[in-house]
């Protein structure tokens, strides 16, 4: 953590994610949190006047004695303070926003759920935004005086239960669950009335902290959410430091707006201190721009963001999203700092065990390889018509390990590695289904606007092709003619030289057409076999004595004696291959 100038108090920042359903009462509670904990230190501390209520864009914050339990693990830094900022995080847009670039500036969630209504279609949402992003986690149920007095205990102890058993099989089992009222009355009430069971909410806060892993190394990325000018100095940007760290005299990027700056001084806590690193809320003063060009964005070290026109992720599909995941859907993209559409192609590694597939039917389903393979362009992919769940008999196990390809409608800034999450933001707000679809991780991006002729080639993404026909007859015994395998206008030319299998054992390759009916010649190296003669030259001699008499027996009497021969091919061909070809194993 950075100290202030003024070494004599050394203030610890924890971030704490507000997160609920649409008018659960997030920003009530904020607002009780701020004034209820300043006002307490406010009789204490002639100093807390500076301190106050910092309430900015979304963010609020308080400022507490450090609990005795993070004195005694301080390490090298030894804290007197405890800032408590309040993430508000309204709506689902920026609720979102709030976790973007992965970084995990949020140490604790606070979720916030109406006692009369329960869980919501957007509580479950925050739930699983919490699990992607957040180690712990306190449920305050709002709203507790809307109950009559005399059935409120049971209400909220009936409550707490419902919500104990939601939170079941989720990273949040046994967490606590707190009742409070953040504004008795409604938001028209007037502030006369009392907020009831803030003073517990900031003490069960405060056990809940602890010293969060705080990392400066790395490429600097902070989140603006903030912008203003000072006359004669320059231009803050407020916000906080998902990564990385930074100094004064260091130059960043704000790649909006394609511009590199110089930091002229930085302040934390409103004290000026000479930089600042991951999970700070700072004010940075740079050299002069104009604000509303950047009112939310994202400042970097210059040249660490990358523009990106289209991108592979590692993919896992959200538990309670309902539909299924289709390949060339769109969806909603949630990465770096942005929300942008795109089009999805799922695909994942060749089932175990394929080669050259048995003669008579098609590659047998086997199962996908094991997890935590990690992605490259060396390595072949099968291509899936959607998002495959659960593997052995029941789909009962884990998701095979499955990737997709994300093509932006636009282009996107951001940084490597960031977390990914796919959304379906069109669907209603009111319907009672989660609009999280799927989650990942970036881990290969494309920044040529032409990616699809340069890049996309080394994509070894394949779909398997099976056709069957019919051997007609024989010309000798190396040589037979097929049919029913081609259209008439296939060009055969493509296909010469590919391998096929008769349904009899036999293995042979394509010689070229025969005629102009879409028949063809195959070379079997080996000869035919004897048996394999036989049920041919049967089958044409029935064929033709049918045929002379004219009558039904031409249909009756292969099927009563023999099957055709079947000729099988297979073989795959590569999704983005600019070619077309195809190719056998």
Partial sequence: MSESTDSRTKTLNFNVGVLGHVDSGKTSLSRALSSTASTAAFDKNPQSRERGITLDLGFSSFTVDLPNHLRDSGGQQQYDSLQVTLVDCPGHASLIRTIIGGAQIIDLMMLVVDVVKGVQTQTAECLVIGELTCPRMVVVLNKIDLLPPNKRQSAIEKMTKRLHKTLENTRFKECPVIAVAAKPGGPEAPDTEEPHGVPELIELLKKQTYLPQRDPGGDLLMAVDHCFSIRGQGTVMTGTILQGSLAIN????????????????????????????????????????????LERGVVCTPGSLRTLYAAVISVRKIGYFKGSL?????????????????????????????????????????????????????????????????????????????????????????????????????????????????????????????????????????????????????TDDYTVIGR??????????????????????????????????????????????PETKQLLSSTSKKKGKGGSKGGPTNEEEPKTDSQPVNIHLHFKRYVFDPHKKMVQS
């Fill in 484 to 529: 029913n395998l081609f259209k008439k206008e296939t060009n055969l030319q493509l296909f010469v030289g590919l391998k096929v299998t008769l349904s009899t054992g036999e293995s042979g390759v394509i010689e070229g057409g025969f005629g102009q009916s879409g028949k063809f010649k195959i070379r079997i190296q080996e000869g035919l076999c």
């Fill in 250 to 293: 260091d130059t960043v990027e704000i790649p909006a707006l394609k511009v590199t700056k110089k930091i002229k001084s930085v302040q934390m806590f409103r004290k000026p201190v000479s930089g600042a690193m991951q999970g700070d809320r700072v004010g940075v003063c740079v050299t002069q721009f104009d604000p509303k060009l």
């Fill in 326 to 474: 289709a390949t060339r859907a769109k969806f909603h993209i949630t990465v770096g700092h942005e929300t942008v559409m795109a089009r999805v192609t799922f695909f994942g590694l060749p089932p175990v065990g394929v080669s050259e597939p048995p003669s008579d039917t098609k590659p047998p389903p086997s199962l996908p390889r094991s997890l935590e393979t990690p992605f490259t362009f060396d390595r072949e992919y099968v291509y899936q018509d959607e998002y495959i769940r659960g593997q052995g008999e029941a789909s009962s196990g884990p998701d095979p390990e499955q990737w997709a390809l994300l093509e932006f409608e636009r282009p996107v800034t951001c940084p490597s590695l960031c977390l990914v999450i796919g959304s379906k933001l069109d669907t209603d707000i009111h319907a009672n289904a989660c609009r999280l679809a799927f989650q990942g991780c970036l881990l290969q991006g494309f920044e040529d606007k032409g990616y699809t002729e340069t890049a996309l080639p080394r994509l070894r993404i394949y779909k398997t092709k099976h056709k069957e026909g019919q051997v007609e007859r024989v």
